[in-house]
């Protein structure tokens, strides 16, 4: 019996070491750790804050000094008594409008704290005018400034830190000061009539930068383009203070100035200290805490074991060599040996378990996607919305699946798309995001974010799956994120406004992340082609006229304009597309065989392109290989290149009042009968109403961009008798000339 106790008192011992010192060398490791984390965690924000502050202050500065260039720029667009100096068409009288001037710049300069003087120079006669005097250039002490103005164009409007001389209005004394000098022409695109000057006094800048600094905590620099120092804010580390060694500087893209600026280690550092000697004290406190409680934790838990070593000790002697079978074991292999029997009974349980649970988890995901979860009380819904009671569906689709499938083998396409679905997982693990992720299709699939605010991490979630995924799977994806769902029949429409999102790649372009939120405002517009544009499509193709591409051109940038989707988009390029087909088929053999051939290629191309940056460019590029196609073919045609002869000079000589088709086949020498047929197979309409459409669109240009009258129009287009022309182009367009010409003008 006193073996037994002697033994638990071991185990009890052992278990007692073997923490302790465990434990104080954690602790100890941890709280250094923590010390110098500490300490180089205010330091890092202590640059950190200061870095920002910097920033603030120069876009402060930089706010400061472009309110006053607006401010003249103001004054020149809008002052009448600027104007009145200025302009020698709105002078009244010189003196009284010098004096009107002046007393507008001390308005100026009183209201704006920053201005130390203002004054403006007039070119026509060399005048400067202050807010005390009016004299000319050779008797103004800042002349030679404004000379160099005058003859170096600077990029910048503001000068670096200057000397300037004035002559006090009282004592008449010269007082040379440092001033930076706003520079602004008048007027302020060409700069013809003059120059106004503005002078900031450098003191005030420092005045307002030592305002929103602390001297204590850091010192700045502010320097000028030539390193000239503008304000200085806190004392130097050294004696020479000149040679401090700054931490961080900025450039103010407004002026070209630079701030300059380091934190004041000794304050920052001597803070720090304090926390050590803090923490010290504290990690005393916290091993001898530590200690008492492992060894009064150790003593209750070890309760248990040494009851049930008992046990075991009442147990051997009775079935010792039943049990045993002779071999000598200790108490805890008893142990084991129940625990293994119990573990290797529940693994085959939990196996089965997880089976059925993830079966029912996908149908229940398929059920909420599709609306047919109205039963609040099932298990999986009540675990579902128990913590988390928002959610959002985002939906995944793989880009350019068509060369995915084509490039990877089942196999492969499975382990990708689990590669996909176990990223998803584990980002969203990582933000402690819970998810439900199921490939629902080829090349979708469909993630359920749940959380208190989804919102907030989604989009950093889903930004974080797409750079993984093209930066190890040599392949691209694109998320449409759905509505946020509050109650569990909104995630329907949660999965229905991500599908949406998804179709807007079409759009946007792959390898995007597209918020259902944000393309409200974007809704699909019904775009109607007038078969008028059809047939102008299709006619201006076959003639061998380049025009049907401003058509084209016209009608991508509508269907881009009205966010339409890519089926709508296809319809009506196939509707084209069968336009086009129906007006080429009563081509000639040959151009027809080119058609077909080169319709079909574009047809099969079509259908693979996810966005209108991939469709809009092909379609456009097999139209035109095609239009060239057809086009040198003609050429190598004789009889087709006379008929395009012929129509060239129809467009030439619309204006031709003797044109007739006898007239035209004797200076081709060819039959007019056989020419009026082939000219009509070619072009697809006759030689006469050909040539009356020339002359009525030469018509309209003539009644839109002149004011000729319409006898004068009826003859420069062609016709004898001014009754005749209004006739035809009546029964053109719908409208008389006069018509035509007045809704003409009064559209934009």
Not at 411 to 427: H, N, T
Not at 592 to 611: F, H, M, Q, R, V
Request: aromatic share 10%; proline share 2%.
């Amino acid at each position: 019996m006193e073996r037994c106790v002697r033994m638990r008192k071991q185990w009890y011992y052992r278990l007692l070491l073997s923490y302790l010192p465990i434990f104080v060398v954690a602790s100890s490791i941890v709280v250094l750790i923590s010390i110098m984390t500490v300490r180089l965690t205010i330091g890092n924000e202590a640059n950190r804050v200061n870095e920002v502050a910097t920033e603030q202050m120069l876009q402060s500065v930089d706010d400061a000094l472009r309110s006053i260039d607006q401010l003249i720029v103001k004054e020149i667009l809008n002052s009448v008594t600027f104007d009145k100096f200025f302009d020698p068409a709105k002078e009244t009288n010189k003196y009284l409008d010098s004096i009107e001037m002046s007393e507008r710049i001390r308005n100026i300069i009183h209201a704006t704290p920053l201005i130390d003087s203002l004054y403006l120079y007039r070119f026509r006669d060399q005048i400067v005018l202050t807010r005390d005097e009016r004299i000319s250039i050779d008797q103004f002490p800042d002349r030679d400034f404004l000379i160099d103005v005058i003859h170096h164009h600077s990029k910048s409007k503001w000068s670096d830190l200057r000397k300037v001389s004035e002559i006090n209005a009282y004592s008449s004394e010269i007082v040379t000061r440092n001033v930076l000098t706003l520079t602004s022409k008048v007027p302020t695109i060409s700069g013809g009539q003059g120059l106004i000057v503005v002078n900031v006094r450098p003191y005030a800048i420092e005045s307002m930068i030592e305002q929103m600094a602390n001297a204590q905590y850091s010192h700045l620099d502010f320097v000028d383009k030539v390193n000239v120092s503008i304000a200085s804010i806190g004392e130097s580390e050294d004696a020479a203070g000149a040679k401090k060694i700054h931490s961080f500087s900025v450039s103010s893209e407004y002026t070209g100035w630079r701030m300059y600026s380091s934190v004041n280690n000794s304050k920052v550092y001597g803070f720090s200290s304090t926390i050590f000697y803090v923490c010290y004290g504290l990690w005393l406190l916290v091993i001898a805490f530590g200690a008492y409680w492992i060894y009064a934790i150790t003593r209750k838990n070890y309760k248990p074991i040494e009851a049930l070593t008992d046990r075991l000790e009442r147990f051997k002697s009775q079935k010792s060599i039943e049990l045993l079978g002779g071999e000598k074991r200790n108490d805890f292999d008893f142990i084991e040996e129940a625990i293994d029997q119990l573990i290797d009974q529940f693994d085959g349980q939990q196996l089965l378990q997880n089976e059925n649970v993830k079966y029912r988890h996908t149908k229940l995901l398929l059920d909420l996607l599709e609306g047919n979860i109205v039963n609040r009380d099932d298990e999986f819904i009540a675990t579902m919305f128990e913590q988390h009671d928002q959610a959002r569906v985002a939906l995944v689709e793989i880009d350019c699946y068509s060369s995915f499938v084509a490039r990877y083998n089942k196999r492969d396409q499975f382990l990708l798309k689990y590669a996909i679905l176990r990223v998803c997982q584990e980002i969203a693990e990582e933000h402690h995001i819970r998810v439900w992720t199921e490939w629902i299709q080829g090349n979708h699939m469909v993630v359920l974010f749940q959380s208190g605010n989804p919102s907030s991490k989604v989009e950093v979630i889903t930004q974080e799956v797409c750079e993984w995924i093209q930066g190890n799977l040599d392949m691209t994806i694109t998320i449409g994120i759905g509505s946020l769902a509050q109650e569990i029949h909104e995630i329907a429409d949660s999965y229905k406004t991500a599908i949406h999102a998804v179709k807007m790649k079409f759009k946007f372009g792959s390898n995007q992340i597209i918020f259902a939120d944000h393309i409200q405002h974007l809704k699909e517009e019904e775009l109607i082609v007038q078969p008028q544009s059809l047939r102008s499509i299709a006619q201006t193709f076959r003639q061998g006229d380049s025009g049907w591409t401003l058509i084209i051109q016209e009608f991508v940038q509508q269907t881009s304009e009205a966010s339409m989707s890519k089926d709508s988009v296809l319809n009506l390029l196939k509707l084209i597309l069968f336009s086009m087909d129906r007006e080429m088929s009563e081509t000639a053999s040959d151009l027809k065989a080119i058609w077909k051939k080169g319709l079909d290629s574009l047809n099969e191309g079509l259908e693979p392109l996810e966005t209108e940056a991939e469709l809009y460019p092909y379609f456009y590029a097999q139209l035109t290989a095609i239009f060239d196609e057809m086009n040198k073919r003609k050429e190598e045609d004789s009889q087709t290149a006379l008929i395009y002869k012929i129509k060239a000079f129809l467009d030439d000589h619309y204006d031709d009042t003797d044109l007739s088709m006898t007239g035209i086949g004797d200076l081709f020498q060819i039959n007019s009968s056989f020419m009026s047929r082939i000219f009509k197979e070619e072009i697809g309409m006759n030689m006469m109403d050909y040539l009356v459409l020339a002359r009525v669109e030469r018509a309209k240009q003539l009644l839109k961009e002149t004011r000729d009258t319409v006898q004068s129009i009826a003859g420069q287009v062609g016709y004898l008798h001014t009754i005749s022309f209004i006739r035809v182009f009546k029964k053109s367009t719908g409208l008389t000339p006069g018509e035509y010409r007045k809704i003409s003008t009064e559209s934009p």
